[in-house]
């Protein structure tokens, strides 16, 4: 957009655009990229598609410079959720809040402000977002750096990320390419999926992150149907490249590359962190070796000329050649050396701490509080870790609250407002009477609660990445209860205490039946993995200041097994194809605890007035290939609306959710799929228009005898809910 205004403003020289001109042109990328490989030899060429070696530059990976065409060494840096292993950031609530909100504003400022972060430190890459785990498994350790099983809503969260973080100026990495569902054997397993599955699961959100122009794609450690991710021509090359039309560069998962030939001419074009982490420089798959394969015909000069085009016209594009920052930090010697970059972020940080919260239970309204005289506060997710928020490498302990999982998708906390903190600030504004016990001790908890008029009880559970072991789940969680005696403190404080409200803090789904016998359970918030901000955000839902909003981005079952899918020891056949989460509880007819787009609101909403109007027209897409694509397939086929009006007494946004189910024609479907959601605030009495604007991809499947996207003929079912399955107004669409 930048650019094409150009013409009409006539005398502004390119050279003001923006220098974070993150919507530029990759036609002009890639002439500046070819001029500029052109006066490269093969070794500086192999110098940019290789990384220096682990903890060799100051970065999580670093890449040769080339003077002659004025490339610095980029500076590539984790996570997800901020900077991380840098000083002066912010701890951004975890993908999988931010898609528990289903704002899509608040989810594309979250991805500004990582933005500036990256381009305020002169880090060129952020190694996020995440939609490889997209969450197929309950269990999976690493689910909640992504943002939702259902491939659209993580598609949608990967669009808006992708844009606020290169419209910042930075380039961001869609990981983990492509079904690394599962932390156990990562680096052996096979993920064995079908095309169809692929395609209208798996792919669906890189492929929405493809269409948002991101500058990188990470390929996982795993196998995909028996052959190495980072070697596999067809995942690689057929797929992204090819029918995704993707113009930025595949790097390598940290060491997940196997070859130096087979890698490169599958379609691999950066090798990260350069070595195997062992410092041998026999180790090196590409460097030398490259060199060598290309001098000597076993990767053509053509391929390597790919590779280095790819990662140049990543850079341009987003405008980095242009007075971008220099790195000044270092990350290996406790992420020195760097300005401050935090700026206000921690304004959309407690938006979407609190926005993020989802309400599951609250009997008789006992929520909001309304300064209760006495609150007993019980559990060590209420507090702080004694020893600081960053005292756990890589936040590998479960002491205190939790605010984010472990691994490398973290940061350090600049801060930790702990919900103890935020309702002890509230307390004493209101005179309550706060009774603590900030441990998991079953009997402290109960004396405490005997002693109040009401009870908080903070539970939590933990997952992350499987280089690291907590408490025996090596990544993967082991079961999907509560940590550390989470469901005998609840108990022990409901049975003394009629107003017992549990506050959770978990990566993904827990087994709730345990607390929900509690009678005197009569409140549960669903507090999600909300980052610096999470007492302030509680605090804002608790008190009412805000009404809560957030709706699960997934599944509740009443037993793991409900699920149909689970971490597997060997190689994963993903016998269950398209039915993960709820697709899965609809086609099975099991009745889950709390269904996915589940969510209370303190106000009350009524649905009127489903509107449908079409111009789609059965068969295949036939547009030219662009990012994310045929170009056709993301062109808008039909609107739909539905009125919402706050019916309750206060102030409250209630997210509109549409699901599809195709007609019959199209082969076995789930009975619904997300295909829309829209969020509106609205005072009481007042009325908003839910605008649900579908594209073609979201009216098709994917067939696989011709390899193209299909609308079918016929009657779709429109549904427009409060949830996936407190559906409100039912409409049809057909397609002829
Ligand atoms: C391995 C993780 O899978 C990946 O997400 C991360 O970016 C790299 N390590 C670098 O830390």
Redesign the pocket.
């Known amino acids: 957009m930048q650019l094409s205004l150009f013409p009409i403003l006539g005398l502004i020289p390119l050279s003001l655009a923006a220098p974070s001109a993150g919507a530029g042109s990759w036609s002009a990328a890639y002439a500046k990229a070819s001029a500029a490989v052109a006066k490269l030899n093969i070794t500086e060429k192999v110098g940019i598609v290789t990384g220096v070696g682990w903890q060799k530059g100051n970065c999580?990976?670093n890449t040769s410079p080339a003077p002659s065409i004025g490339y610095r060494a980029p500076c590539l840096m984790?996570?997800p959720l901020g900077v991380?292993y840098a000083q002066g950031v912010t701890a951004f609530p975890a993908g999988i809040q931010a898609a528990s909100t289903w704002d899509r504003t608040l989810i594309n400022e979250r991805g500004t402000a990582m933005g500036q972060e990256v381009r305020g430190l002169g880090v060129n890459v952020l190694?996020g977002p995440?939609c490889g785990p997209l969450g197929k498994n309950a269990r999976g350790g690493?689910n909640w750096?992504g943002f939702s099983p259902d491939p659209y809503l993580a598609g949608i969260a990967m669009q808006e990320t992708i844009n606020g973080i290169q419209g910042a100026g930075g380039q961001a990495c869609a990981?983990?390419y492509i079904g690394?569902e599962q932390e156990l054997n990562r680096g052996s397993m096979s993920a064995n999926i079908g095309d169809r599955t692929l395609h209208e699961l798996y792919l669906w959100p890189f492929a929405d992150a493809v269409k948002a122009n991101v500058a990188s794609v990470?390929c996982?450690?795993n196998k995909v149907n028996g052959t190495y991710s980072c070697e596999n021509k067809h995942t690689m090359t057929e797929v992204l490249k090819g029918e995704l039309g993707f113009k930025g560069y595949i790097m390598s998962?940290?060491n997940a590359q196997t070859t130096t030939i087979n890698s490169a001419n599958s379609g691999l074009d950066m090798s990260?962190?350069g070595d195997d982490y062992s410092g041998i420089p026999s180790h090196i798959y590409w460097g030398p070796k490259l060199v060598a394969s290309v001098e000597n015909g076993s990767v053509p000069e053509s391929r390597l000329n790919n590779m280095a085009e790819r990662i140049l016209a990543s850079w341009y594009y987003v405008g980095q050649d242009k007075n971008y920052p220099l790195d000044t930090f270092d990350a290996w010697n406790n992420g020195t050396g760097g300005p401050d970059v935090q700026d206000d972020h921690k304004v959309v940080a407690r938006a979407i701490a609190r926005d993020g919260i989802v309400l599951l239970k609250n009997d008789d309204k006992v929520l909001p509080l309304h300064k209760p005289k006495s609150l007993a506060i019980v559990g060590y997710d209420a507090i702080t870790n004694p020893d600081g928020p960053n005292a756990c490498t890589d936040r590998n302990c479960d002491n205190g609250t939790l605010a984010m999982g472990w691994?490398?998708?973290t940061d350090q906390f600049p801060y930790l407002v702990s919900p103890l903190d935020a309702i002890q600030a509230q307390a004493s504004k209101d005179n309550t009477k706060l009774v603590l016990s900030t441990s998991n001790d079953v009997s402290a908890g109960g004396n405490a609660a005997k002693q109040a008029d009401m009870a908080l009880v903070f539970i939590n559970a933990d997952s992350g990445?499987g280089y690291i072991t907590v408490e025996g789940n090596a990544g993967d969680r082991n079961d999907l209860n509560p940590w550390n005696n989470g469901n005998e403190l609840v108990a022990a404080v409901a049975a003394v205490n009629k107003k017992t409200i549990v506050v959770i803090h978990s990566v993904g789904p827990l087994i709730l039946e345990s607390i929900l016998s509690n009678k005197n359970v009569v409140g549960i918030v669903w507090a999600g993995i909300p980052g610096q901000e999470t007492g302030n955000g509680l605090a804002d839902v608790l008190h009412g200041s805000t009404s809560p909003s957030g709706k699960l981005p997934y599944t509740i079952a009443k037993q793991p097994s409900d699920y149909g899918t689970d971490i597997v020891p060997g190689d994963d056949n993903y016998p269950e194809g398209l039915y993960i989460d709820y697709r899965h509880f609809d086609k099975a007819g099991i009745t889950p605890r709390y269904e996915f787009g589940f969510g209370l609101s303190y106000t009350s909403f009524s649905f009127s007035r489903l509107s449908v109007r079409s111009s789609a027209t059965s068969g295949p897409t036939h547009g030219s290939t662009a990012p994310g694509g045929p170009s056709d397939l993301y062109s808008t086929v039909a609107t739909v609306t539905a009125q919402v009006k706050n019916t309750g007494k206060v102030t409250g946004a209630e997210v509109a959710q549409l699901y599809i189910d195709l007609p019959s024609s199209a082969p076995d479907h789930p009975p619904k799929q997300l295909r829309g959601f829209d969020k509106l605030q609205l005072r009481p009495g007042q009325t908003g228009t839910a605008t649900y604007e579908l594209r073609k991809k979201d009216l098709s499947y994917w067939d696989v005898a011709s390899q193209k996207w299909v609308v079918p003929k016929g009657t779709f079912k429109v549904y427009i809910g409060a949830s996936s399955r407190n559906i409100k107004l039912t409409g049809s669409l057909t397609v002829h």
């Open positions: 999580v990976g984790d996570s991380r190694l995440v690493r750096e990981k983990h690394n990470m996982s450690y998962d940290w990260m962190p691994g490398s998708g990445e």
